[in-house]
Nanobody, 117 residues
Framework: QVQLVESGGGLVQPGGSLRLSCTTS??????????WNWYRQAPGKQRELVAL???????NYADSVKGRFTISRDNAKNTVYLQMNSLKPEDTAVYYC?????????WGPGTTVTVSS
């Protein structure tokens, strides 16, 4: 069974930056053909899609993070990144990575991002 491991969360002041990473527990031969997503869930709110990158490296972002967050992938390292700049208190949430295709759907346990002064 494949596991995803996130890292890079923490406490940051408003206006600061963090880079989240998510990697697989083992190599996946067809990872290049799978899509990566980053979701987040703030306290008392539903989980929402923050950013996605397709197998062809097309990207899309939630309106609330456009221009501030950048998603990227490194297939050779089985890793996806989320660069988060100009962070706001409303970005505080648990961030989850997701790797999926038509048959498989893997989730990480989440990493906490807290934006506070």
């Amino acid at each position: 069974q494949v596991q995803l491991v996130e890292s890079g969360g923490g406490l940051v002041q408003p206006g600061g930056s963090l880079r989240l990473s998510c990697t697989t527990s083992r190599d996946i031969f067809t990872l290049f053909a799978m899509d990566w997503n980053w979701y987040r869930q703030a306290p008392g709110k539903q989980r929402e899609l923050v950013a996605l990158i397709t197998s062809r490296e097309g990207t899309n972002y939630a309106d609330s993070v456009k221009g501030r967050f950048t998603i990227s992938r490194d297939n050779a390292k089985n890793t996806v990144y989320l660069q988060m700049n100009s962070l706001k208190p409303e970005d505080t949430a648990v961030y989850y990575c997701n790797l999926k295709d038509d048959r498989r759907d893997y989730w990480g346990p989440g990493t906490t991002v807290t934006v506070s002064s």
